[in-house]
């Protein structure tokens, strides 16, 4: 696996390091993140990036918050500061749902020992949040590991298999969501062909995946995003398989702009589309995808290429960094608990009735 992508380095006293994913993959630097601030610059400038990722580093974000706490400050008092940064780390991306999940998690662990004796004391609260932050980085290696025993199955000898965006070690803490699935075909011993979008206008396909398939020895081609279909065409692609940013409750998806082209384009050449995600990219509390924010990003991101400005003076820049994947195009969603074939509001219930949720 390549280098963490998300890691807390010491104790409740310690710093979050975050792969500075902007340089890859010319450089791999490793930036020191104490404070919220800094985290919330570090998640709205792609720095770290990818939903679960994002989700363990804000977990995190909150031990750094709890590290300013005046030690003059009442337990409530210190309870209303962490969910007010919390709030802020909330605002730095709105799309990938993993963000909030994790906030929501480590306020709601807080909140019980707050309720249950407001007079504790104020270690015991950075305790507690460290505590939770943890268990969240923890189950999300774990998940990823899930994933990919989950889905190996769907990628077969000599297929040619195409992926968009990064959902990789890179984005999450463990191993990845997507290429979790080809990293563990590959164990298998499957000879395969991974094809990589470039994913404009960040290139995370180019960059960050490519470099990821690359060290684990698989076997990788980049294209730009206007070839896909043409690759079906040909019979070059037996499968999508991308990650998500947000699930609602019929199976209809927010992932990177560009994926739910990909879809249609599957649909119409008869190919398989799989989406590998944890549970916590699911947003039961949405009923379709019409719900899901949907970022926009500088105009910038879109005019230059590098350094050079590649539109003329003036002309208007389009720049949403989601879009939504219907849950009809969707052949089946890979979890860490099983596989959702043909996900709907039913299905999707369920799956998650079924394994305890
Ligand atoms: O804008 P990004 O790079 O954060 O977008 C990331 C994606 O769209 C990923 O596919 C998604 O977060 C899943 S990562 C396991």
Same mark, same amino acid.
Request: aromatic content about 6%.
């Given at each position: 696996?390549?280098?963490?992508?998300?890691?807390?380095?010491?104790?409740?006293?310690?710093?979050?390091?975050?792969?500075?994913?902007?340089?890859?993959?010319?450089?791999?630097?490793?930036?020191?993140?104490?404070?919220?601030? %800094?985290?919330?610059?570090?998640?709205?400038?792609?720095?770290?990036?990818?939903?679960?990722?994002?989700?363990?580093?804000?977990?995190?974000?909150?031990?750094?918050?709890?590290?300013?706490?005046?030690?003059?400050?009442?337990?409530?008092?210190?309870?209303?500061?962490?969910?007010? &940064?919390?709030? /802020?780390?909330?605002?730095?991306?709105?799309?990938?749902?993993?963000?909030?999940?994790?906030?929501?998690?480590?306020?709601?662990?807080?909140?019980?020992?707050?309720?249950?004796?407001?007079?504790?004391?104020? %270690?015991?609260?950075?305790?507690?949040?460290?505590?939770?932050?943890?268990?969240?980085?923890?189950?999300?290696?774990?998940? /990823?590991?899930?994933?990919?025993?989950?889905?190996?199955?769907?990628?077969?000898?000599? &297929?040619?298999?195409?992926?968009? /965006?990064?959902?990789?070690?890179?984005?999450?803490?463990?191993?990845?969501?997507?290429?979790?699935?080809?990293?563990?075909?590959?164990?298998?011993?499957?000879?395969?062909?991974?094809?990589?979008?470039?994913?404009?206008?960040?290139?995370?396909?180019?960059?960050?995946?490519?470099?990821?398939?690359?060290?684990?020895?698989?076997?990788?081609?980049?294209? /730009?995003?206007?070839?896909?279909?043409?690759?079906?065409?040909?019979?070059?692609?037996?499968?999508?398989?991308?990650?998500?940013?947000?699930?609602?409750?019929?199976?209809?998806?927010?992932?990177?702009?560009?994926?739910?082209?990909?879809?249609?384009?599957?649909?119409?050449?008869?190919?398989?589309?799989?989406?590998?995600?944890?549970?916590?990219?699911? &947003?039961?509390?949405?009923?379709?995808? !019409?719900?899901?924010?949907?970022?926009?990003?500088?105009?910038?991101?879109?005019?230059?290429?590098?350094?050079?400005?590649?539109?003329?003076?003036?002309?208007?820049?389009?720049?949403?960094?989601? &879009?939504?994947?219907?849950?009809? !195009?969707?052949?089946?969603?890979?979890?860490?608990?099983?596989?959702?074939?043909?996900?709907?509001?039913?299905?999707?219930?369920?799956?998650?009735?079924?394994?305890?949720?």
């Amino acid at each position: 696996m390549v280098a963490a992508a998300v890691r807390w380095i010491g104790g409740v006293d310690g710093f979050l390091e975050l792969i500075d994913q902007r340089r890859l993959p010319g450089r791999l630097i490793r930036l020191k993140c104490r404070d919220t601030k %800094q985290l919330y610059e570090a998640i709205k400038t792609l720095t770290v990036r990818g939903a679960p990722a994002i989700g363990v580093a804000v977990a995190y974000g909150l031990v750094l918050a709890a590290q300013k706490f005046d030690v003059r400050c009442s337990v409530p008092d210190a309870f209303k500061r962490l969910k007010k &940064d919390a709030d /802020c780390l909330r605002l730095s991306r709105p799309t990938a749902v993993n963000l909030s999940w994790a906030l929501d998690r480590v306020i709601r662990a807080v909140g019980k020992v707050v309720a249950a004796n407001p007079k504790t004391n104020l %270690q015991l609260l950075r305790k507690i949040i460290m505590k939770e932050a943890k268990a969240i980085y923890q189950e999300d290696v774990e998940m /990823c590991r899930r994933i990919g025993r989950n889905g190996q199955k769907f990628i077969k000898n000599g &297929d040619g298999i195409l992926t968009h /965006c990064n959902a990789g070690a890179l984005a999450t803490a463990g191993r990845g969501t997507a290429l979790s699935v080809m990293f563990e075909a590959h164990k298998k011993g499957k000879k395969f062909k991974v094809y990589v979008d470039e994913t404009r206008p960040l290139l995370q396909g180019a960059r960050l995946t490519a470099w990821e398939l690359k060290q684990a020895k698989i076997d990788v081609v980049v294209i /730009c995003d206007n070839m896909a279909g043409w690759l079906m065409k040909q019979d070059k692609i037996s499968a999508v398989i991308t990650g998500a940013d947000r699930i609602a409750a019929n199976g209809d998806a927010a992932n990177k702009i560009g994926t739910y082209s990909l879809s249609v384009l599957a649909r119409g050449h008869g190919i398989p589309f799989y989406l590998a995600a944890p549970s916590s990219t699911f &947003d039961l509390s949405i009923k379709s995808g !019409d719900q899901i924010p949907i970022e926009q990003r500088a105009a910038d991101e879109v005019r230059f290429l590098g350094k050079e400005r590649i539109t003329p003076d003036g002309v208007e820049i389009y720049n949403p960094a989601f &879009d939504i994947t219907e849950a009809r !195009d969707i052949t089946a969603i890979i979890t860490e608990r099983g596989v959702i074939e043909k996900p709907s509001l039913k299905k999707i219930a369920e799956h998650f009735k079924l394994t305890g949720n």
